[in-house]
C-alpha cells in the first residue's frame, strides 16, 4: 500500500500557522485531482495513531504502469526543480527577533528564491549560543553548546545568495 501524509500548512508553501476551512478544501480537491480513490483522514497529525492509520485503509495492490484504464500522471513538468544551499559562516551576534525579522523578510520577498529549510548556530549577546531550525514558515529556537563562528545553511530552489548573504551580514 502506499500512504502520504499531506501537511495542509505546507501544502502551498503557506506561512500561515492557522489553517482555514477553505484551504484545507483546496488541497483536498487537489488531492482528489491527483488520485479520485484517495482516502482522507482530516486530523491533527498527533492525533493520528500508525495503527489507526494503517487498519482504515483498504489494502489495493498497485496498478501497473502499462494499465490503460489508469493512466501515469506526471506532475510538475518534465524538470524538477534544483534543490541547492547556501552556506554562512559568520561572528556577528543576532537576536532572535533579528532572525525572526530575517526568516518574515525571506518568507515574503521572491528576490530571495524558495526556502524550503534552514539550521543555524549564531551568537547572541557575546558568550550564548542560540540553534535555529526552520522548515516552511516554522522558526524554533534553542540554547547550544559550541565555539567558534556561527554557521548558517538554508536549503531551497532559485536561492539568490549573494542577496541571502546580505541580509545576515
Avoid at 534543490?83 to 559562516?89: D, G, R, T
Wanted: proline share 3%.
Amino acid at each position: 500500500m502506499v500512504i502520504t501524509v499531506v501537511d495542509v500548512k505546507r501544502f502551498e508553501m503557506s506561512l500561515s500557522y492557522s489553517v482555514k476551512h477553505e484551504v484545507i478544501q483546496s488541497v483536498t480537491d487537489k488531492i482528489y485531482e491527483i488520485n479520485s480513490e484517495a482516502l482522507i483522514i482530516n486530523l491533527p497529525w498527533d492525533k493520528v495513531t500508525g495503527a489507526e492509520l494503517i487498519s482504515a485503509l483498504k489494502y489495493k495492490p498497485l496498478q501497473k504502469l502499462s494499465d490503460k484504464n489508469k493512466p501515469l500522471k506526471i506532475m510538475g513538468g518534465k524538470r524538477r526543480p534544483r534543490i541547492e544551499a547556501c552556506e554562512i559562516e559568520t561572528k556577528i551576534e543576532f537576536s532572535k527577533e533579528r532572525i525572526k525579522d530575517i526568516f518574515f523578510e525571506l518568507a515574503k520577498a521572491s528576490e530571495y528564491g524558495n526556502i524550503i529549510r534552514g539550521k543555524g548556530l549564531v551568537l547572541k549577546d557575546g558568550s550564548e549560543v542560540i540553534k535555529f531550525d526552520y522548515v516552511l514558515g516554522d522558526l524554533t529556537f534553542k540554547r547550544y553548546n559550541s565555539e567558534g563562528p556561527g554557521r548558517i545553511c538554508l536549503i531551497g530552489m532559485n536561492l539568490n545568495k549573494e542577496k541571502i548573504e546580505k541580509l545576515f551580514r
